[in-house]
């Protein structure tokens, strides 16, 4: 990240060390270089976007912090663990939970059973009940096949099903793709109440005035690095250069 970005985003936060600290990441996939340095923070109980357009390694840098990324470099700290050099299935284990784009639902099994397969690693996770008072749609439906569901409610059994497990960081990679707009206001309902609960977020995002409802602070990336951190705040006054980086 440029200095001149390192140094806003040091402003932003103020004192205090970051939940997740990742520092001039770069990562590979084969011998594709699809990360070019990526440096950035999260403190605890924020929501912070990656925006960016297609390809600009938003979902690279969530694969590279869960380790699912055949080669990696720099660092990646988790409070204050590193997870450059773990394996893979150590880091959920920390309390990182993380929903990737296809949502990963298993057709073979019901709601209720979706939600209560993935092993508890942390206490204070979720129960079945807060997680259906979160997400009303799920309500009457645990005996229903997963894949049944509608596309909005499937992104929600995704994420309702890392709440259970304890996981402190949640990491949600495009979870408004393709819903309803009445169905993404509810995404955005239940993404604040998480907040409100202790949460920390980091969700990869197209849809910026999506983003602009929940978040704290936004990175924006191209071609593998992060260029540009913008505080939810100063938004408005940032809506040219965001247009210009996002090609909307």
Do not use: C, W
Not at 2 to 14: E, S
Not at 74 to 97: D, V, Y
Not at 110 to 121: A, H, M, W
Not at 160 to 189: C, S
Request: proline residues 4%; hydrophobic residues 40%; without cysteine.
């Amino acid at each position: 990240m440029p200095d001149a970005v390192m140094t806003k985003t040091n402003a932003a936060q103020g004192a205090g060390s970051a939940m997740l600290e990742v520092r001039d990441l770069h990562g590979f996939y084969g011998e594709s270089h699809v990360l070019h340095g990526v440096s950035l923070d999260v403190r605890q109980g924020e929501v912070v976007t990656l925006l960016g357009r297609n390809g600009a390694g938003k979902t690279s840098t969530m694969r590279a912090i869960m380790g699912i990324m055949g080669k990696r470099t720099g660092s990646i700290r988790f409070q204050g663990q590193q997870l450059i050099g773990m394996a893979q299935h150590k880091i959920p284990r920390l309390g990182i939970g993380y929903v990737p784009e296809e949502r990963g639902i298993f057709s073979s099994l019901s709601v209720d059973e979706n939600l209560t397969l993935p092993p508890v690693v942390k206490p204070g996770g979720m129960t079945v009940p807060q997680i259906y008072e979160l997400f009303p749609n799920l309500q009457g439906r645990g005996s229903t096949q997963g894949t049944r569901l509608s596309g909005g409610e499937q992104q929600m059994l995704a994420i309702g099903r890392i709440l259970r497990t304890g996981a402190n960081l949640i990491l949600l990679d495009e979870p408004t793709e393709g819903l309803a707009p009445v169905i993404i206001e509810q995404i955005g309902v239940a993404v604040r109440a998480l907040k409100a609960r202790g949460f920390t977020i980091v969700l990869v995002e197209q849809n910026f005035r999506f983003a602009a409802t929940i978040a704290d602070r936004h990175y924006v990336m191209e071609e593998g690095h992060v260029v540009d951190m913008i505080p939810n705040d100063q938004l408005a006054q940032n809506m040219d250069k965001l247009h210009t980086y996002l090609g909307v």
